[in-house]
């Protein structure tokens, strides 16, 4: 009996609280958006950046994260140098919190890898960032 009091009260409550949440939600995600697509855009412009030494396709991912209470902003980009003797890609993935315009993780990859990392965490492939970083980027 106690308890069927007591969840009741607690429903009372935190009812409104959690429905203002789940409301919340959708909206916190459309601003990360926006915000994300701001960045892009004052970053790159479009999707693609062209100079004399290489060609560079760009695009970006955006996550509202309610655990970490921040919008995550995924920059994605492929280089293809132009010349003839190099043709290594490099793939570069960064991810950063938006709301404290910090870089939490980097990967920068072609032959050989460059760097990989997370937050103070080493990695040896992109795959093993991608799993890093997925705690940051789903919920």
């Known amino acids: 009996m106690i308890r069927v009091v007591l969840r ?31 960045m892009f855009q ?20 955006s996550h509202y994260s309610p655990r970490f209470s921040t919008c995550f902003y995924l920059e ?4 293809t140098p132009r010349a003839a003797l190099d043709k290594t890609t490099i793939n ?23 760097v990989c990392k997370v937050r103070d965490t080493p990695c040896s492939s992109e795959a093993e960032w991608r799993v890093l970083v997925k705690s940051f980027m789903e919920e």
């Not at 009741?8 to 994300?36: D, M, N, S, T, Y």
């Open 8 to 38: 009741k009260i607690v429903l009372l409550v935190a009812g409104p609280f959690l429905i203002v949440a789940a409301h919340a939600q959708p909206e916190l995600q459309e601003r990360c958006a926006r915000q994300a697509a701001q």
């Open 42 to 61: 004052k970053e790159w412009g479009g999707n693609a950046a062209s100079t004399n030494k290489a060609h560079v396709v760009a695009s970006y991912e």
């Open 76 to 79: 994605i980009t492929t280089t």
């Open 92 to 114: 570069t993935l960064r991810l950063y919190d938006l709301g404290e315009n910090r870089e939490y993780g980097a990967f920068i990859g072609g032959s050989p890898l460059h």
